[in-house]
């Protein structure tokens, strides 16, 4: 089988995207498939001429060449190529951005080819924040209350302040709306952080979400189609998921499964399905929660792309659960043909 992997793309994640399509090549080509690999912002291959995956990091010889805002478009224009004709399945190892707002899923819906996660209804509405909680909030799954504020180019009004400060409580979380990766999160104290917490997150999105401070343990539950895998407990060192604690080797700490009553771990696992069907994900996804000091759980978000490296939170719960990488990979591929067909 002709496996078209996609990595590395023009949000702010692409790092971690390439990081994720590097461990996603070898588990393939372990698999047997034939592989190839481009970067959707570019066009361009990922691969050397002896068959090396490229990411940002490398320090001999060639690295996957910057972004050029070119997004779906050059990808378009590569797959019309003939090199691509006979592709069975492309598998998504982007991460935020067009790859993961529902843009590059269209095109492939368009264009009639097969692929991993969800289609592009369920990665728009699981990219938009605010979107995400209003369904929540709808079908009675708790979240944490928060306001969304779209911000102009005068930047942050005195009026957005003052509502702020009589709605909320400090401290809040301020963050942006349609990004991933925690990048541009901030965790205000006091109302005079504010217009630097909004500030570092319109670097990321036009739309900042302000959302209520849940003190309490980090958990997600990633889920792969009717397969729910144990929850994952994660302790930053800081006290804060951000972006470090997620991407610095040993700023957080991860328990699998969770150190939870089995009562809390059965509902936040059947939370996490409902949440997964609110949205019509597909394939694999990961969903976060916060739990507070009396047991009381918030859904924060779905992630339908999740990071794909062999020491990232989905395949660590994969693992717990029985099911090795390139198990788990093959499962990916098996879902993309039954839930995007040709």
């Given at each position: 089988m002709k496996v078209l992997l996609l990595a590395g793309g023009d949000s702010g994640e692409r790092e971690v995207s390439l990081d994720s399509g590097a461990a996603v090549y070898e588990s393939l080509k372990r698999l047997g498939f034939t592989v190839y690999a481009i970067d959707p912002a570019s066009g361009k291959s990922l691969l050397t001429s002896d068959g090396k995956f490229l990411t940002g990091r490398s320090t001999a010889g060639a690295t996957a060449a910057a972004p050029v805002q070119r997004g779906a478009m050059a990808l378009a224009k590569t797959l019309v190529t003939p090199a691509f004709d006979d592709i069975e399945v492309?598998?998504?190892?982007?991460?935020?951005?067009?790859?993961?707002?529902?843009?590059?899923?269209?095109?492939?819906?368009?264009?009639?080819?097969?692929?991993?996660?969800?289609?592009?209804?369920?990665?728009?509405?699981?990219?938009?924040?605010d979107m995400s909680k209003r369904l929540f909030q709808s079908e009675g799954i708790k979240t944490p209350k928060w306001k969304t504020y779209r911000i102009k180019d005068g930047g942050v009004s005195a009026d957005i302040i003052t509502e702020i400060n009589s709605f909320f409580d400090f401290p809040v979380i301020v963050k942006p709306n349609d990004s991933g990766s925690t990048l541009g999160l901030t965790r205000v104290e006091k109302s005079e952080q504010l217009t630097a917490a909004f500030e570092k997150s319109l670097k990321e999105s036009k739309i900042v979400l302000v959302e209520e401070y849940i003190a309490g343990r980090e958990l997600t539950v990633p889920v792969l189609d009717n397969r729910i895998f144990p929850v994952i407990e994660i302790i930053p060192e800081?006290?804060?998921y951000d972006y470090e604690a997620k991407y610095t080797k040993g700023r957080s700490e991860y328990i699998v499964p969770a150190k939870i009553s089995e009562k809390i771990t059965n509902q936040i696992k059947k939370t996490a399905k409902e949440v997964y069907d609110i949205l019509g994900a597909a394939g694999l996804a990961r969903i976060d929660f916060l739990m507070d000091e009396k047991e009381g759980y918030y859904c924060l978000e779905l992630n339908t792309l999740p990071g794909m490296t062999e020491l990232s939170l989905a395949p660590m719960a994969a693992k717990a659960d029985g099911i090795q990488f390139d198990e788990l990979i093959t499962m990916l591929i098996d879902s993309a043909l039954v839930h995007h067909p040709k």
């Open positions: 492309v598998f998504l190892a982007l991460h935020g951005g067009t790859g993961e707002n529902g843009s590059i899923q269209n095109l492939l819906e368009l264009a009639g080819m097969p692929f991993t996660g969800s289609d592009m209804t369920a990665s728009t509405v699981a990219m938009h924040k800081s006290g804060l």
